[in-house]
């Protein structure tokens, strides 16, 4: 029974994204180990997709730590590797870089605070993260796609980011499902707290036993700083959840 309510809630995804118009599904999966009431260890794979989920947009790996001294207050740190595919770029002189893979390695510290009222959960949670790209060479052409150039040179590039998320879970009395909305602000700590994304998630965990649960979400990514309506998202996400 529970194999067939999980089947159910994968249909789900299958059925909705095309929509809406997804842009993006994003997956993971992650596994938590309690060490003690307080202490705990956690690790997770994530893979996105790009381009109304045609093509690959970056997959990642991470490992972190938490911290629960109370039970309203939490800390974590981790880190995180990250593959991440670009886009064709032309340059200033009209030549031509086609799509590359390239490398970012991520690190982060967060405090994570918690409200109940009533059956409402009002958490609030302060991230710095800080990501540096490695520079790399990539094949260059002539404007015209295929005359090779000179190979250009991808510089390191490192930045600073606070991300400050405000999320309401709701408890469905006797129930395994357990939705949430939520919204969450980067702030560029490299360009004076220049908020440059915002996420609104609409989602919800069902927890299938003691150990394993599935989360599905609907998140729009709205890019203020540009004022593009390109640079707007929808997207798709599914993960799984193992905790000992």
């Known amino acids: 029974m529970r194999i067939l309510k999980v089947a159910l809630l994968l249909a789900v995804v299958n059925i909705v994204a095309p929509h809406i118009h997804a842009q993006s599904l994003w997956t993971s999966a992650n596994f938590k180990y309690g060490l003690t009431k307080q202490w705990s260890i956690d690790a997770g794979a994530e893979y996105r997709t790009t381009d109304a989920l045609k093509s690959s947009d970056r997959w990642s790996l991470g490992v972190g730590v938490g911290y629960k001294p109370m039970k309203f207050l939490k800390f974590d740190a981790g880190y995180k590797y990250i593959r991440q595919h670009s886009t064709l770029e032309t ?3 009209g030549n031509i870089i ?5 490398d970012r390695h991520r690190i982060y510290v967060s405090a994570t605070g918690k409200l109940r009222l009533g059956r409402f959960d009002l958490s609030l949670r302060e991230r710095y993260q ?3 790209r490695v520079g790399k060479w990539v094949p260059k052409f002539d404007s015209d796609g295929l ?3 000179d190979d250009e040179w991808i510089s390191n590039k490192s930045k600073h980011v606070l991300r400050s998320r405000l999320e309401c879970e709701y408890d469905i009395k006797k129930s395994r499902f357990t939705p949430s909305v939520s919204v969450e602000l980067y702030d560029n700590l490299s360009d004076k707290f ?3 994304r915002i996420r609104y ?3 919800c965990a069902y927890k299938i036993n003691k150990h394993n649960s599935v989360d599905l979400f609907y ?5 203020p ?3 593009n309506p390109e640079d707007r998202g929808h997207i798709i996400g599914i993960g799984y959840n193992f905790k000992l």
Do not use: L
């Open 91 to 93: 340059t200033k002189k």
């Open 98 to 102: 086609p799509a590359y893979w390239y």
């Open 130 to 132: 800080f990501t540096q």
């Open 147 to 149: 005359t090779p150039k």
């Open 194 to 196: 220049n908020v440059e």
């Open 201 to 203: 998630t609409v989602g």
């Open 219 to 223: 998140r729009y990514i709205q890019v």
């Open 225 to 227: 700083s540009t004022g």
